[in-house]
């Protein structure tokens, strides 16, 4: 159980095209899904998290207009990268938790602004 | 905020080895202490995590220990395999209803066969 798909698994994008990432969590409702980012050996930098229904909550930093989430249900959020330029490429991960703590992660999006 | 710190950065032993990751957090309202591995160009996995009400944890050749009074908690692996190599991260959540993890910078744990 505690599965979360991520799509697409890579995407290459010409700079000022927007990108849209989904996040699903397949066996279990996810109360909170939470979106990061990771360069190479690097930590997870949390983005932002978000409720179903509600607005997202942006860490300190990050662009709001510029990465839009949208948690429309309990399985499923989405993050749009709007006008992509080449510094947004990155790895980018969902995480989702459920009624617990623990946060499921999934399999990453690599994206790539040329 | 919580603050995590995580050491060492990089740690190499050989094949039945044990390896030990520390980590310190700075707020003692947090509760809950996962650990995550992630293998190059995967998702993190969930390997272990402990509470606060609870001093010690063990999943076969993986443990955890946690010390509230002085706010660290360390990942113990025992018998280490080629397969285990791989970064981990430890992570802090502070039990407010965002539920946000804080995470280490991670540890980039290499097992020589």
């Known amino acids: 159980g505690a599965v979360v798909s991520q799509h697409p698994s890579w995407v290459i994008c010409k700079s000022g095209t927007s990108v849209k990432i989904e996040c699903r969590s397949l066996?279990?409702?996810?109360?909170?899904m939470f979106w990061y980012r990771q360069f190479p050996k690097q930590s997870l930098m949390l983005m932002a998290t978000?409720?179903?229904?509600?607005?997202?909550?942006?860490e300190q930093g990050v662009e709001k207009d510029k990465f839009l989430i949208n948690h429309a249900s309990l399985t499923l959020s989405t993050l749009t990268v709007t006008s992509a330029h080449p510094e947004d490429s990155s790895f980018y991960i969902c995480?989702?938790?459920?009624?617990?703590?623990?946060?499921?992660f999934g399999p990453g999006t690599r994206l790539l602004v040329l | 905020g919580e603050n995590v710190e995580q050491h060492p950065s990089t740690l190499s032993v050989q094949e039945g080895d044990s390896a030990v990751i520390k980590c310190t957090y700075s707020?003692?309202?947090?509760?809950?202490f996962p650990w995550y591995k992630q293998e190059l160009g995967k998702r993190p996995q969930l390997i272990i995590d402990?509470?606060?009400?609870?001093g010690e944890k063990k999943d076969q050749r993986i443990a955890v220990t946690l010390n509230k009074t002085a706010k660290h908690f360390s990942l113990h692996i025992t018998e280490t395999q080629p397969e285990d190599s791989a970064v981990y991260f430890c992570?802090?959540?502070?039990?407010?209803?965002?539920?946000?993890?804080?995470f280490g910078r991670g540890t980039q744990l290499t097992v020589w066969p």
């Open positions: 995480s989702a938790r459920g009624w617990g703590e623990t946060q499921y």
């Open positions: 066996d279990f409702q996810a109360t909170t």
């Open positions: 978000s409720n179903e229904g509600s607005k997202a909550t942006y």
């Open positions: 707020d003692s309202a947090s509760n809950y």
């Open positions: 402990i509470r606060s009400n609870v």
């Open positions: 992570a802090a959540h502070r039990g407010s209803t965002l539920g946000r993890l804080y």
